[in-house]
């Protein structure tokens, strides 16, 4: 909420007194800058002054015409000064981009509260928040902040699919600096394709996101990364046995122009039997770059680029059975100007991506699929006092190229789109309105458009307590396919909705309430549905499935802090149904029950962090046999002595079975070390400390039950240097 009149602003005397407002953010990354102050003084040594909302906005109001000195601080920031004449009756808007500064500070007390309230159905993920959560290297990921969400489900340890609140992992939108990422996340669970030292913030909308977002029918990820240090190098190192990580940024040209470098790469695979007494056939690892250049105080480019790659198996070895790999090669340049008298702002941006896939099954044909999409959006924001309003255009053309049998002329091979959209904010004293609209065209099908309506709102009645509701209809042009009843098989399809088909849509009702519970402790509830049409699945021998479904949930946080101690509870309940011509049935994600339990203890220069995770079994379709089939009848005999490939039977019913329940406690240690030079952390974690057996795969064929990670101890080191 904007805070129109800080604690210096005086009642004006005069009667058409005139009004400030504006934006301000970082001159690097265009980021709202929360809790600005913006101080006006008068030469008779009045002052009046505002602080940013949420937003990065101000708005002063009710300022006698004259003269005034101007001031914008932001800690760790340049501040901006200048001096102004307001006018009798005059509305000026005053946009202001801060530029970061190195600072040195003798001593800090720092009392930590927990974060105001978001809206309904987002989360903001910023590096801070990877500090609570227990990993196996001293790094951290997003990826588990992702799976602590109550509404996020994960099948398992190694595939890297996240179903959020019902929705398949195909129609999650995940961004990084405007970058479309496939497939977003590693082949072991456990990380992400974003390193956490390159993240600035990440905004997670589990639904009811606004028109800005399209494309895709369940959830957004928008990573926003870091620009590096103009005025110095900085660099970091760790080993684990998981993954080793580089980091670097620094100044190209001092005080202009700056990058940042990141690389991964994993190490278990050569561990894995000395660490766990077994074969870890799994191999990943990713490569980051980015460039930023400041063109003037109100002006910057950007360019970002990233590479990931993973391959792995089920079992044995990396060159062993159901064998898999991917691969992610993904660029995008942005420019951004904010015309220094103007409350307006020109954000213009492109993208491609590239993502290849292959999957070579133990019995069958090999697999291969391939998406190569290039895009970019034009786009104007306007401040109107309070209020925004963003005016955009965009284009999107998609090239695929699959080879699987079971789909084969079925899928279209390529995709051209065209969107326009409004997306609005307008803020009152207590509600905030934020409608917004989509419009969607097809020039190379034969579509008709696609209109997209979004409204999100929020009112809050006292302070730190809001209430917030969102509704919107969503709709995405392309198919993500994967084998529905084997959770092992992580190999997916992408190609365009064929002709004749209609699109798969959602729409998303969200409700909700967040609020603090006194100083130190803060919660949340939300209640969502999400009525799903037009999905695409493969189901076993019955090939591709047009398939409809419901989902209602209701997700429940609260978290508290008291000294050095901190913990947060999750809880979501959520009922999937899906509907096709074989009746209505759970899909294998439809986890009724997910609790999370989250705890940190930071006493001087040692952390502890633990983390214990419940859920619920899934449904899966029972085995009730199988055969030998022969692919051929040779009339010269060769079938006598073809042994013919096996086949499953499964109950004509499916997914009436049900996985054991899941669990698991993970726990890490860090011992900091401070030198005059560098930073040295010594982190040693348990990955599933009591080691449950928790169920990951049946092998029908071998009669063979494959289970998630056992448990794996880790000792990793980290250098930090400025």
């Given at each position: ?424 904010r307008f803020e009152f004293d207590r509600v905030q309105i934020e409608p917004g609209i989509r419009f969607q065209f097809f020039p190379s099908q034969a579509r008709s458009v696609s209109i997209e309506p979004r409204l999100r709102t929020a009112w809050t009645p006292v302070r730190d307590q809001t209430i917030s509701v969102a509704v919107g209809r969503y709709r995405q042009e392309v198919l993500g396919l994967s084998e529905l009843q084997d ?218 039950r494959i289970d998630q990670f056992p448990l794996i101890p880790t000792l990793g080191l980290r250098v930090e240097v400025e």
């Amino acid at each position: 909420m904007l805070v129109s009149s800080g604690v210096f602003a005086q009642e004006a005397r005069f009667a058409d007194p005139a009004r400030l407002v504006g934006v301000v953010r970082d001159a690097e990354s265009s980021a709202p800058l929360t809790g600005a102050a913006v101080l006006l003084a008068a030469a008779d040594s009045m002052t009046y002054g505002a602080a940013t909302d949420e937003r990065g906005q101000y708005t002063i109001a009710a300022v006698p015409s004259g003269r005034y000195a101007l001031t914008v601080s932001f800690l760790g920031y340049e501040p901006f000064r200048d001096s102004l004449m307001l006018r009798e009756g005059e509305e000026r808007a005053l946009p202001v981009a801060l530029s970061p500064v190195p600072a040195e500070l003798t001593g800090v007390t720092v009392e930590a509260a927990p974060p105001v309230t978001s809206p309904v159905g987002l989360i903001r993920v910023r590096p801070a928040d990877f500090a609570i959560l227990p990993t196996p290297d001293p790094t951290g990921d997003l990826a588990s902040v992702l799976t602590l969400q109550p509404g996020v489900v994960n099948l398992g340890d190694r595939g890297g699919e996240l179903y959020v609140r019902g929705g398949l992992p195909t129609e999650n939108l995940v961004l990084v600096d405007g970058m479309r990422l496939f497939r977003p996340f590693h082949i072991v669970g456990f990380y992400s394709a974003v390193p956490t030292d390159i993240i600035q913030y990440a905004d997670v909308y589990a639904g009811g996101f606004g028109a800005r977002y399209g494309g895709r029918i369940s959830s957004v990820v928008d990573v926003t990364t870091q620009t590096g240090s103009k005025q110095r190098f900085r660099g970091s190192a760790s080993v684990a046995p998981f993954l080793t990580a580089v980091h670097v940024d620094g100044p190209l040209a001092p005080g202009h122009v700056s990058f940042v470098a990141s690389a991964r790469e994993s190490v278990i695979e050569r561990l894995g039997e000395s660490v766990l007494g077994e074969p870890f056939p799994y191999r990943f690892g990713d490569l980051f770059g980015k460039v930023h250049a400041r063109l003037s105080p109100t002006a910057f480019f950007t360019a970002s680029g990233l590479v990931t790659h993973d391959e792995g198996a089920l079992s044995g070895t990396l060159t062993g059975e159901n064998h898999i790999e991917w691969s992610n090669a993904a660029g995008a340049a942005r420019f951004f100007y904010m015309p220094p008298t103007l409350a307006s702002a020109l954000d213009v941006s492109i993208s491609y991506s590239d993502y290849t896939s292959s999957f070579a099954p133990e019995f069958g044909p090999e697999r291969a699929s391939r998406v190569t999409s290039f895009g970019g959006e034009f786009a104007l924001d306007y401040l109107l006092g309070a209020h925004e309003v963003r005016l955009a255009f965009a284009g999107q053309t998609l090239l695929f190229d699959f080879t699987s049998a079971e789909v084969e002329g079925l899928l279209e091979d390529n995709v051209t789109e065209g969107t326009a959209y409004v997306d609005t904010r307008f803020e009152f004293d207590r509600v905030q309105i934020e409608p917004g609209i989509r419009f969607q065209f097809f020039p190379s099908q034969a579509r008709s458009v696609s209109i997209e309506p979004r409204l999100r709102t929020a009112w809050t009645p006292v302070r730190d307590q809001t209430i917030s509701v969102a509704v919107g209809r969503y709709r995405q042009e392309v198919l993500g396919l994967s084998e529905l009843q084997d959770i092992g098989d992580v190999f997916t399809i992408w190609a365009g909705v064929p002709a004749g088909r209609p699109l798969p849509t959602a729409v998303h009702l969200v409700a909700g309430w967040q609020g603090r519970l006194g100083a130190r402790a803060q919660a949340g509830v939300e209640g969502y549905i999400k009525d799903l049409s037009g999905m695409a699945l493969l189901v076993g021998d019955r090939g591709v499935v047009y398939t409809d479904g419901l989902v209602r949930g209701l997700d429940l946080r609260a978290s508290a802090e008291r000294g050095v101690l901190r913990g947060d509870v999750v809880y979501g309940y959520s009922a999937t149904t899906y509907t096709d011509n074989l009746g209505t049935y759970r899909p294998p994600h439809d986890r009724r029950h997910r609790l999370g339990l989250v705890g940190s203890i930071e006493a001087g220069q040692w952390r502890l962090r633990a983390r214990w995770q419940v859920a619920a079994g899934g449904p899966f379709t029972r085995i009730v046999g199988s055969y030998r089939a022969l692919d051929s009848l040779d009339p010269d005999g060769e079938f006598l002595t073809d042994p013919g490939r096996p086949v499953l039977l499964t109950e004509s019913t499916p997914f009436v079975g049900r996985t054991p329940s899941y669990h698991r406690l993970d726990l890490s240690v860090e011992r900091v070390f401070a030198f005059r030079a560098a930073t040295l952390t010594l982190h040693g974690s348990l990955v599933n400390a009591y080691d449950r057996p928790n169920f990951f795969y049946y092998d029908a064929l071998r009669a063979n039950r494959i289970d998630q990670f056992p448990l794996i101890p880790t000792l990793g080191l980290r250098v930090e240097v400025e």
